[in-house]
């Protein structure tokens, strides 16, 4: 019985075997192909999964020749789209660490094979962390459907809920963010007529009320000090215009922002005058690794929404003393975006402390919704500021987070469509190059095109974030919400 | 050689009832569903829907709705399903004893869904929901050998409860009762039986919340979406499935009790209450005031102006939402400041309804706006329309709207995108692929009729959207293209609907560039009336071209002013003007 079977088995293999046809190329091009996802001359870390991909052309077949170090080859041919099997791929990127592969697609139209110039896939033996977590949302206006906040390992193509807004009806979670991309220590929002700031201190969970008779709002743009005791906070009152010509859409703007920074162990927000100034707004904090900066974005007041585009942010700095929980008297200006009449915001250090990557835009915070925002790299050693214009393009690059490394980041584009923000990862080594981003890869290279959210705040973890999502929602159903204590004032 | 009993005779009657109700007097119910989901003809939109318990009838039930584009096609599918549902409730009856005398009863459960169908926010998943259980209920009263019925409920149950939800309870309630009139399973079983189900009843929905699915437990018990909105109980539902079980019963009950001799009286009876219950029903279920908001909804959306006006002329329309799909129609066509006042009018929300977080209003609004020229607008009210729908569907009708909104601003690579999911589906991929083939050539954009001319409406001024200046929005948009007649009659009809008679003779003379033969009707009165009330000259004469008809008419009109409702001028401004609140 065992052996019939086994003859069974090893006839279907060759069958397959030899539907597979003999690429003999009646042209070949010296233009390398096409691709979608655009994987060619990428950098990739040696864990990532398969790249998936199809030549962006009719065809009836498409063959690819994926050579790896020591002659090891993966050879696929398909009708559609070239799909790798991942154990293959993974153990031709592990035995390929450091160096590249080498892949020659060709492609059948009118029943002859056309062979395009081979492209390479650069294989860093630098790691990435475990994966990504992002929310998913539609890229609306006022009205939300269904979103949630998904992790996804980056081995593979496993995608999983975090927490998802089906849980309270009629919620909207965001804001997402982890102390050093650890999984253990997570912040996110959930907001709806029942509610609050889930605040996950080394695997254990907390529902914060974080509005205050102090403060204008809830605890709104996060960023984890590194020690772990704190979390920086804005708050901000929000509103959303919409506009009427055609190369935009929305604007998002305040119309007053404040930073506290939020005493974890003594559950109260803290700020000083510098950071609470009216005649300011101070948005997008974020620490730096050695815990003792606190850098913003912060402009002139202006008339919300009237003076939308009049108002501009500079990046900032003022001191942070994370063993008593006090500011600096001095607030530093480290990049004058004023001065070229532009905008910053998102301001990211890297976990070695040696850059920071900000978006740049022409007015506003709310960089998504702005064609021309694209990242920008400071040298935090030389004060050197560059485009990084390897990874720009001409549409919209916004979000960024650092991988825990700090040798990969991840950001959302819109350079695909225009609309739909992707997550792109690029590598980028101590002397600030930065190799070609690739696109998030999935399972088949119609998942983007048929998805109908944006990958919004791409964020690595260093692990699989555990939480129980039904401990949150009795949490919420149960109102055990703490409130958080009265704003300290320095 | 008989082809079709009574009862069956009775059945396709009762099926081509339901047929002609759907297809002729509650046609545009059909066609308001349909709108409000995208079905897609790919494993991943299968694959989504079979996530979550009851998915499966949700995807059956769309998969049928989409073909209410044609609403004689979807009544026709709501009758077959209707009328399946009986017999089937007719066949489990029969099985477990009862009498045909009683078939009249076996209509209720059809009857009374075909009334939860009159509410548009009831889904069809729902009756698939329903003949999913009593097919299976059916299955088992064909099962002869004890353990095979027994072995078929309990591994029913998981199949069940994850293709249907918890209608699940159907099948094994119905068994536990079924085994206990039969007598023929022992206590101690039928007692392990009832210990299985509970804990599987339990454990079913439990397992499935704490491992995949993040909704309340409650919505993950249900499964299926009966309702549109699915953090309600669809308690209606509820009823209509547990009749699934207690007819059957009640009916072999009944049936040891009657008398033969009485048959006849009975049945009639039965028919009697069945019909007139169910007339009554029927009509009190059916809302037809929001059938004919549909019925303008669905006209204005195919672009059929002349069957809008033509629905008016036959009944003034009384609700705002209709009254703007008569104002579009009208401008349309053409007619809006001749006409306007001809028909009842609510003021400036009949005009462009404020903007409410729902899928039904920014739906319509946003065809104004488009027709209009603000694209960007529109193109924001279709996505706030789709994005608002409770059940998280997407809407095939916003799709096609995002589609040509990205069309005409360029933006091709995201309209590519949603006509590729258009492509997806049976009856939008002709359309689809004409737009996919149109975007190929800016020649053929500029050349068609309607995006080519929307493309030359666009604002080019970059202007916020401004819900209480609309008046302004208005000006600019005609300002940038003095050829679009229609920004200029709605910034002309605000202006009249707001009794804004300062503003409507200083927009008045912007006109002149539309070249109109004549000035419309309810300018001419409107111009009559301010030229009336503020020239103290008796020598001079109006400046502009006004008929001695209309002249004459307001005369008339200031003469019976002391009348509450002066009769005859109901269609004019003068009326509005002082008329209404």
Redesign the interface.
Known sequence: MNRYFIVVIVFLLLSFQACRETVAPKEVRKEKPAIFPDYVDVTVPATIAPLNFKVQDEYSAIDAVIEGRNQEVIHIQDKKEICIPENKWAQLLANSKGDSLRITVSIKKQGNWIRFAPFAVHVSDVPIDYGLVYRLI?P???????M?IYQRNLSSFDQS?I??N?????SCVNCHSFRLSDPKNMNLHIRGKKGGTVLMTDGKINLLNTKTDETISNFIYPFWHPSGNYVAYSVNNIHQ?????????V?VVDGASDIVVYDIKNNQPISCAELMNDSIFETFPSFSPDGRSLYFCSAAHREM?QE?NKVQYNLCRIAFNPENGTFGGQIDTLFNATAINKSVTFPRPSPDGRYLMFTLIDYGNFSIWHKEADLYLLDLQTGLCRSMDEANSRDTESYHSWSSNSRWFVFSSRR?????TRPFIASIDEKGNIGKPFLLPQANTGFY??L?ESFNIPEFVTGKVEVD??EI?KMIVGDKVSQVGKLKMQ | MKIFSVNTLLSLGFGLIVFVFFAFFYRFHLNYQEQYQLFLF?A?YFLKFMEKPGGFSDYVGNFFTQFSFYSWVGASIIAVSLTLLQRAVWLISRKSGANSLFYPITFIPSLLYWGLLCDENYLFGGVMVMLLVAVSVCIYTLIDSIPARISFVVLSIPVLYWLAGGAFLVLPIFAFVSEILKRQVKWTYLAIFALVVAILSVALPVIS??YFL???LR?VWIGANFFRF??NLPFNVGVIALLIIFIPFTLRFLSGQVKTQKTTILLGLQWLVLLSGGVFFISSAADMAKEEVMAYDFNVRMRKWSRVIALADKKSPASPLSVTCLNLALAKEGLLAERMFSYYQNGVGGLLPDFT?DYTIPMITGEVYYHLG????A??YA??A????PD?Q?SVRAVMRLAETNLI???Y??A??YL??LQKTFYYRAWANNALQTMKDENLIAQHPEWGWLRQC????????SEGEKDM?LG?LFRQNQENRLAYEYLMAYTLLNKDLKHFLQYFPLGESLNYRAIPKSYQEALIYVWVNTNNDPTKDIPYPVSNATKQRLQAFQRSAGATQPNGFSDSYWHYFYFRK
């Not at chain 1, 089906?166 to 009629?170: E, F, Q, V, Y």
């Not at chain 2, 603000?374 to 607008?377: D, E, I, K, P, W």
């Open positions: 539609a609306g206006y006022e009205v939300y459907s269904k949630g809920p927490v998802e089906t849980l309270i009806p009629g215009v919409f506009h009427a010509a055609k190369t935009k859409r604007e929404p939308f695909i469509d225009g609309l739909y095109t048929n109908m999502p039904n929602e | 790919s991943d919340k704490t993040q909704y309340p919505q699915p953090v977080r603000f694209v960007n607008t193109q924001r996505f706030e789709m994005e608002a729908l998280y997407k601003n360029g933006n690579a995201v590519e995108k590729s999911l666009r604002s080019k001024e970059d202007f916020l959207f929005m600019v």
